[in-house]
C-alpha cells in the first residue's frame, strides 16, 4: 500500500480562497513545540529561584535561561503574524536581547541571574527578549481572547520596569514571577490542543498584503 499526504484543505479567506497545506500544519507545531520548550525552561528556572534559591541552582538557570532563549526564536520564526514589520521587530527585539545575554553572561564574573538581579539595569538590553516574548503574548491575547495571555501582556512589563526602577518589594517580585511562569505554561499547554488551521491564520491576507507591498516596491 503506498502512503501519500492528504489534500490540502480549501479555506474561504477575506480575499478569496486559500489552501492549509503540510508545510503549514508543521510550522504551527514547530510553533507550539518551541513555546512548551520555552514554558518549561522558564517555568523550571522559575521554581528554583522561588523554592531552592542556592548557589548550585543559580548556576542551573544559565543553561536553562540559553533553552528558552533558543525555543523563543525559533517559536518567533515560525509564529503566523499578518503584519510582516511586527513580526520583524519581534525578531530585532529577540537579537538585541540574545546579544545582551552573551555579553552579560560572558563578561561578568557572577552567576547570568546574579548579574541580572543585582544590575537592574541589565534589563535595558536583556528586556528585549522578553518584549519579544510579550509580543507574542499580546499577538495571542488580540487574536484568540485568552485571559492568560491578557494578564501575561501586563505581569511582565511590570515585573521587569518595577525591578528597572526598584518599586517592587522583594515579595511582589516573587509573586509575579510564579504568576508568570504558571500561566505560561497554561498557554503553552492550551495552544498545544488548539485546532492547527487557528494559528495558521487566512492565508488570503498574508497574500493580500504581500501583494500590495510588491506593488509599492
Not at 480575499?15 to 513555546?35: C, H, M, P
Not at 523550571?44 to 534559591?53: E, K, P, Y
Not at 498557554?187 to 485546532?195: C, I, N, S, W, Y
Not at 492565508?203 to 498584503?209: E, G, I, M, Q, R
Amino acid at each position: 500500500m503506498t502512503l501519500t499526504e492528504s489534500p490540502p484543505s480549501v479555506y474561504q479567506g477575506q480575499f478569496g480562497e486559500f489552501t492549509i497545506n503540510q508545510s503549514d500544519r508543521k510550522s504551527v507545531i514547530i510553533y507550539r513545540t518551541a513555546l512548551m520548550v520555552a514554558a518549561l525552561s522558564f517555568a523550571i528556572a522559575s521554581a528554583l529561584i522561588l523554592l531552592n534559591n542556592n548557589p548550585t541552582t543559580i548556576q542551573a538557570i544559565t543553561p536553562l535561561y540559553t533553552v528558552f532563549c533558543l525555543a523563543l526564536g525559533v517559536s518567533l520564526l515560525t509564529i503566523h503574524i499578518y503584519l510582516a514589520p511586527l513580526h520583524r521587530t519581534l525578531q530585532l527585539f529577540w537579537l538585541i536581547g540574545c546579544i545582551s545575554s552573551f555579553v552579560f553572561g560572558h563578561f561578568d564574573s557572577q552567576p547570568f541571574a546574579v548579574t541580572v538581579y543585582t544590575q537592574p539595569l541589565s534589563l535595558l538590553g536583556i528586556g528585549f527578549i522578553f518584549a519579544a516574548l510579550t509580543g507574542i503574548y499580546f499577538k495571542e491575547a488580540f487574536c484568540f481572547n485568552r485571559l492568560e495571555t491578557k494578564v501575561l501582556t501586563f505581569t511582565v512589563p511590570i515585573l521587569l520596569l518595577g525591578h528597572l526602577v526598584g518599586v517592587l518589594p522583594i515579595q511582589a517580585e516573587q509573586v509575579l514571577l510564579g504568576i508568570w511562569a504558571i500561566l505560561f505554561l497554561v498557554f503553552a499547554l492550551r495552544k498545544a490542543v488548539q485546532e492547527i488551521p487557528a494559528d495558521i491564520g487566512d492565508k488570503s491576507v498574508f497574500a493580500y498584503l504581500k501583494a500590495e507591498r510588491t506593488s509599492k516596491a
